[in-house]
């Protein structure tokens, strides 16, 4: 552990993507003992440029809300919805990709049907369409995200379960005699998942954006401040106060780029093991 | 191929059961929609709409006959826009395919053009420069560089209209109605495409980085090939085929991305009906939408696995035979 933490710091990539993502992960946590309180609350006079009054360092929005305030909180929202999403999707894709590759047959037929259904939907709309139906709230978001992103998981642990469960000690498990649900789940998952989390930065940083995109359009959760809704908000302004669409738009190019650099340098420090071993 | 098409039908009817399973979950039908926008109406009105829409049979009889008119052809009615689906989709289509056929060919030649000269030398500044600028391309939300876009292009030098796709009863006919429609396309184009730009570039790149460290490299340069000639004919050359499979596997995300960029800039296509059926509450063009996009998805892959036949004989070959 402590050798692979050496080989990602040296790195550069792994390691600026490192400190965006700590930069981030801190504003989102220190958001709510900075800016105690509703950050959609009204909290002080309308369309305040940026940098002219030290109590709203980046002004306030058309409704007089501190944009500091809304970005910190923002960033909660972004990196939430984009972990837990991306996580639901590894673990359905994974049960599902399990399943399919170790059970074979008619089992594997169908499920790899319906992962080609998913598939050829795109993800994007599918969300739309979830949302709408079901209406608008975190959790439904974070479904609807996951839905158009389990597949790739899917389909890239069946690959491995298929030549994993192949090799001697699987057969060995199963001349012992052991449940073939334990077999799958014990012995084969555990082996076929390192390729699978190589995939997670690009799942995680695919869910902030169509998240981002979701809000943007008013699908969101009405409830939470977003980049997305603060972009859309500032849209209105476009001409007069544009730095109130552009701020939270440089916060997504952040952590979409800090979530892929540290992916980036975790698979640049695996690579070098696998290469030296 | 045939084997291929005949495939994706069961593909096609689960899509479609799927999509029907979805809408049947939202509370509310669309006799319900149509009676809010009305502002109101009684419960006889309520009865005798639904029965004449059909929608007091099962859910299960209302899907059969839902796939007996897909059979037809027949999408079916859109109440928000009080016409057939299949007709407004039509209608829509060709905007959204030009925008998506000229951000693809855009994003697909200058990518793979930037990734040779990135590939070219591994290492070097030119490719540490473009591997970072492409990477915060890849980052950057398409709703929000559409509207950076506006910002600089459309607002501050005036170069580009702000949004549409055509500018209004302006009369225009022939070339100069499509030089109108292309001006009017560029910003989007652009703001859908960057992303795709940055990630042809990314592959074409590393895809070149892991040809140059094959034996035939070594032996061409041994043979004392020219330095663009190995460059282009052996090693671009074999990393240019990923990227055909990518432009299939990209579609359904491109799709999906027109959808917000439609919105941005307002042009009226298949994407921002998409927006406007969630909007408008209207299941049933919605669930058209899906089917259709979903026909379309398929219809590009088997595209791209002609043209990857053509491209890499020993793939071509083998399709012939079986």
Same mark, same amino acid.
């Given at each position: 552990?402590?050798?692979?933490?050496?080989?990602?710091?040296?790195?550069?990539?792994?390691?600026?993507?490192?400190?965006?993502?700590?930069?981030?992960?801190?504003?989102?946590?220190?958001?709510?003992?900075? $800016?105690?309180?509703?950050?959609?609350?009204?909290?002080?006079?309308?369309?305040?440029?940026?940098?002219?009054?030290?109590?709203?360092?980046?002004?306030?929005?058309?409704?007089?809300?501190? @944009?500091?305030?809304?970005?910190?909180?923002?960033?909660?929202?972004?990196?939430?919805?984009?972990?837990?999403?991306?996580?639901?999707?590894? #673990?359905?894709?994974?049960?599902?990709?399990?399943?399919?590759?170790?059970?074979?047959?008619?089992?594997?037929?169908?499920?790899?049907?319906?992962?080609?259904?998913?598939?050829?939907?795109?993800?994007?709309?599918?969300?739309?369409?979830?949302?709408?139906?079901?209406?608008?709230?975190?959790?439904?978001?974070?479904?609807?995200?996951?839905?158009?992103?389990?597949?790739?998981?899917?389909?890239?642990?069946?690959?491995?379960?298929?030549?994993?469960?192949?090799?001697?000690?699987?057969?060995?498990?199963?001349?012992?005699?052991?449940?073939?649900?334990?077999?799958?789940?014990?012995?084969?998952?555990?082996?076929?998942?390192?390729?699978?989390?190589? /995939?997670?930065?690009?799942?995680?940083?695919?869910?902030?954006?169509?998240?981002? &995109?979701?809000?943007?359009?008013?699908?969101? =959760?009405?409830?939470?401040?977003?980049?997305?809704?603060?972009?859309?908000?500032?849209?209105?302004?476009?001409?007069?106060?544009?730095?109130?669409?552009?701020?939270?738009?440089?916060?997504?190019?952040?952590?979409?780029?800090?979530?892929?650099?540290?992916?980036?340098?975790?698979?640049?420090?695996?690579?070098?093991?696998?290469?030296?071993? | 191929?045939?084997?291929?098409? #005949?495939?994706?039908?069961?593909?096609?009817?689960?899509?479609?059961?799927?999509?029907?399973?979805?809408?049947?979950?939202?509370?509310?039908?669309? @006799?319900?929609? $149509?009676?809010?926008?009305?502002?109101?109406?009684?419960?006889?009105?309520?009865?005798?709409?639904?029965?004449?829409?059909?929608?007091?049979?099962?859910?299960?009889?209302?899907?059969?006959? +839902?796939?007996?008119?897909?059979?037809?052809?027949?999408?079916?009615?859109?109440?928000?826009?009080?016409?057939?689906?299949?007709?407004?989709?039509?209608?829509?289509?060709?905007?959204?395919?030009?925008?998506?056929?000229?951000?693809?060919?855009?994003?697909?030649?200058?990518?793979?053009?930037?990734?040779?000269?990135?590939?070219?030398?591994?290492?070097?500044?030119? =490719?540490?420069?473009?591997?970072?600028?492409?990477?915060?391309? +890849?980052?950057?939300?398409?709703?929000?560089?559409?509207?950076?876009?506006?910002?600089?292009?459309?607002?501050?030098?005036?170069?580009?209209?702000?949004?549409?796709?055509?500018?209004?009863?302006?009369?225009?006919?022939?070339?100069?109605?499509?030089?109108?429609?292309?001006?009017?396309?560029?910003?989007?184009? &652009?703001?859908?495409?960057?992303? +795709?730009?940055?990630?042809?570039?990314?592959?074409?790149?590393?895809?070149? &980085?892991?040809?140059?460290? /094959?034996?035939?490299?070594?032996?061409?340069?041994?043979?004392?090939?020219?330095?663009?000639?190995?460059?282009?004919?052996?090693?671009?050359?074999?990393?240019?085929?990923?990227?055909?499979?990518?432009?299939?596997?990209?579609?359904?995300?491109?799709?999906?991305?027109?959808?917000?960029?439609?919105?941005?800039?307002? @042009?009226?296509?298949?994407?921002?009906?998409?927006?406007?059926?969630?909007?408008?509450?209207?299941?049933?063009?919605?669930?058209?939408?899906?089917?259709?996009?979903?026909?379309?998805?398929?219809?590009?892959?088997?595209?791209?696995? #002609?043209?990857?036949?053509?491209? =890499?004989?020993?793939?071509?070959?083998?399709?012939?035979?079986?």
């Amino acid at each position: 552990m402590r050798a692979f933490a050496l080989r990602l710091m040296r790195s550069p990539e792994g390691m600026a993507g490192l400190i965006l993502l700590i930069l981030l992960a801190a504003m989102a946590l220190c958001a709510p003992l900075v $800016y105690p309180g509703d950050p959609m609350a009204i909290a002080g006079r309308p369309m305040l440029a940026p940098f002219s009054d030290p109590a709203f360092p980046l002004g306030t929005d058309r409704l007089g809300r501190n @944009v500091v305030a809304g970005l910190m909180h923002g960033a909660r929202a972004s990196l939430l919805v984009g972990i837990s999403a991306a996580l639901m999707a590894l #673990i359905a894709g994974s049960i599902v990709g399990t399943v399919a590759g170790f059970a074979g047959g008619l089992v594997e037929d169908i499920l790899m049907r319906i992962v080609d259904a998913f598939q050829v939907v795109p993800g994007f709309l599918l969300a739309l369409a979830f949302v709408s139906v079901t209406g608008a709230s975190l959790p439904v978001v974070v479904v609807a995200i996951a839905l158009g992103a389990w597949t790739g998981p899917a389909r890239l642990v069946r690959a491995e379960v298929l030549s994993i469960r192949e090799r001697d000690f699987v057969a060995a498990a199963r001349t012992m005699g052991m449940h073939p649900a334990e077999i799958a789940f014990r012995e084969i998952l555990p082996n076929a998942l390192p390729p699978v989390l190589a /995939l997670a930065s690009v799942i995680v940083a695919s869910a902030v954006l169509i998240e981002a &995109a979701l809000s943007f359009l008013g699908l969101g =959760d009405p409830n939470i401040v977003t980049w997305g809704s603060m972009i859309a908000e500032g849209r209105n302004l476009l001409r007069s106060a544009p730095y109130l669409s552009i701020a939270p738009g440089l916060g997504l190019v952040a952590t979409v780029l800090g979530v892929y650099l540290f992916g980036e340098g975790v698979a640049e420090a695996l690579a070098r093991r696998r290469g030296r071993a | 191929m045939r084997r291929r098409l #005949i495939g994706s039908i069961p593909v096609l009817l689960i899509v479609v059961m799927g999509t029907f399973l979805l809408m049947e979950m939202a509370p509310g039908d669309a @006799v319900d929609a $149509y009676l809010v926008s009305l502002g109101g109406g009684d419960a006889g009105l309520a009865a005798q709409l639904r029965q004449s829409y059909g929608l007091d049979q099962s859910a299960f009889s209302r899907l059969l006959f +839902y796939l007996g008119s897909l059979a037809r052809f027949d999408l079916g009615w859109s109440l928000a826009f009080d016409r057939p689906i299949l007709g407004l989709i039509a209608e829509r289509l060709p905007n959204t395919l030009w925008l998506m056929g000229t951000a693809t060919a855009l994003a697909f030649m200058l990518g793979s053009a930037l990734g040779v000269v990135a590939g070219a030398r591994p290492g070097s500044l030119t =490719d540490r420069l473009l591997s970072i600028g492409s990477l915060a391309l +890849y980052a950057t939300p398409s709703f929000w560089l559409g509207l950076v876009l506006i910002l600089i292009f459309a607002v501050d030098l005036r170069w580009f209209p702000t949004a549409g796709i055509e500018t209004v009863a302006s009369g225009k006919v022939g070339m100069a109605r499509v030089f109108d429609v292309a001006w009017h396309l560029v910003l989007p184009v &652009a703001s859908l495409g960057f992303i +795709y730009l940055a990630l042809f570039l990314r592959m074409m790149r590393s895809g070149m &980085a892991e040809v140059w460290r /094959l034996d035939f490299v070594l032996a061409a340069r041994a043979r004392g090939i020219s330095r663009l000639r190995l460059v282009l004919r052996h090693v671009a050359r074999n990393a240019l085929l990923p990227l055909v499979t990518m432009l299939g596997l990209q579609a359904a995300t491109m799709l999906g991305g027109s959808v917000v960029v439609e919105s941005v800039f307002a @042009v009226p296509g298949f994407g921002r009906l998409a927006h406007e059926a969630v909007a408008a509450r209207d299941a049933p063009l919605l669930t058209g939408i899906i089917v259709v996009s979903a026909v379309m998805v398929i219809a590009v892959n088997l595209l791209v696995d #002609i043209a990857y036949g053509f491209l =890499d004989p020993r793939v071509g070959r083998g399709e012939e035979v079986s």
